[in-house]
């Protein structure tokens, strides 16, 4: 049978042939294809800019976490790809924020998405949905965003998932698809929490285990109580040179709290990884930012300064993000990430100065133009913006 044009031209890349395996799978597993006539529907129509949802469900882990299930007000809820988030909104006290929240429910089913919300320190938000959210409540979120994902183009089959904390719901995604739909993908998962109680979702990956033979989950404790006996410390060198002795062949991805994310990476470079087999997600900035390198002398993060915005001034801490003075004050910002890469929240720095958080991601232009991230832009003096 002759060959499709499709089919020559990823037959010319290094991955094509697992390409064309992964289109067969998922038309084959897919319980949730496309109408034959979507081809001819416009971009936005598939991919809305703003979703409407209901929470269908709440279930509590017992873990200081709880899982959100929602659907689809109006009956659709557009693809994604496993790893990616989407960026929920609320209104709490008056203040509309948002927070990104990776998908942890496979990619492979779209009959509703799971979140997973961890309670964090003096968390707005996270205690908001974990405290007074019920099931039939009604939010609005941006659609499925972020690169922290499988490229088989590019990325190794074999993989390395290090996860710490609630770091582990995008890398659950990944592994729920690629075990339910039987993809030829190798996965290793070191998974760090303080203690074996802290571990979402160890009954299900333990099962993975178990059950399948290209999946293996080590849960690594760094404050065991006495008896335990499984794998304690933290995700260093020797540990990954210990469970995946093979790790030069895999791609690594990295997902948790800042000071976690940045340890992994620079133990996966000491082992002589290069930069292009390691992918990180941030979940936004430090809270302590007073402690990221370069934070200037004498700043407590405790100081409060003038934001002027469009003649208006308002108060800004300078432990805060311009973004989050801004949705303090009403003021709405376009935002998706708030992690720094999406540039959706660029603003113009007209006068003053501020403290830029690393990982954002700002374009050439922005940089030459004055444009910045209110994400990750901290005032460290009276500063003045335009939106």
């Keep these: ?153 590019f990325h190794s089959k074999k993989s390395l998932l290090l996860a710490g904390g609630s770091g582990i719901t995008p890398m659950l995604s990944m592994i729920r698809e690629i075990l339910d739909a039987g993809l030829d993908r190798d996965v290793i998962l070191l998974y760090g929490c303080r203690s074996p109680e802290a571990a979402l979702y160890h009954e299900e990956l333990t099962g993975y285990a178990a059950a399948f ?69 941030m979940f936004g900035a430090r809270r302590d930012i007073q402690n990221e390198p370069g934070w200037p002398a004498g700043l407590t993060g405790d100081e409060e300064f003038t934001l002027t915005v469009e003649g208006r001034k308002i108060p800004a801490r300078s432990g805060e993000s311009i973004l989050t003075a801004l949705e303090r004050a009403g003021v709405r910002v376009n935002v998706c990430c708030r992690s720094g890469e999406c540039s959706l929240c660029r603003v113009k720095l007209v006068s003053g100065q501020v403290f830029l958080a690393r990982g954002m991601l700002r374009r050439f232009a922005d940089e030459q133009y004055g444009y910045i991230h209110s994400c990750k832009a901290y005032p460290i003096g009276d500063v003045e913006i335009m939106l």
């Design 1 to 153: 049978m002759a060959k499709t044009i499709r089919e020559t031209l990823l037959g010319t890349l290094e991955h094509g042939q697992e390409i064309m395996e992964n289109i067969r799978v998922m038309r084959s597993v897919s319980g949730d294809k496309l109408p034959t006539d979507s081809v001819t529907r416009p971009a936005e129509a598939l991919h809305p800019r703003q979703l409407r949802l209901v929470v269908q469900s709440v279930a509590d882990t017992g873990r200081q976490a709880k899982v959100l299930r929602f659907v689809s007000e109006d009956g659709y809820l557009p693809p994604f790809e496993a790893g990616q988030y989407i960026n929920l909104f609320t209104q709490i006290g008056g203040v509309r924020t948002s927070r990104p929240y990776s998908l942890s429910s496979s990619p492979r089913q779209r009959a509703y998405y799971e979140i997973t919300v961890a309670r964090t320190r003096d968390g707005f938000v996270s205690d908001y949905l974990l405290d007074q959210v019920r099931p039939g409540d009604r939010f609005t979120a941006n659609g499925p965003a972020g690169v922290f994902r499988y490229q088989p183009v």
């Design 213 to 281: 033979s290209n999946f293996r989950y080590h849960l690594v404790v760094s404050d065991p109580a006495e008896g335990w006996e499984g794998e304690r410390g933290l995700l260093d060198e020797a540990l990954i040179r210990r469970l995946a002795p093979d790790f030069g062949e895999r791609t690594s991805y990295i997902c948790g709290p800042q000071v976690m994310n940045d340890f992994c990476k620079s133990a996966l470079e000491a082992m002589g990884v290069p930069e292009k087999r390691i992918r990180r997600e």
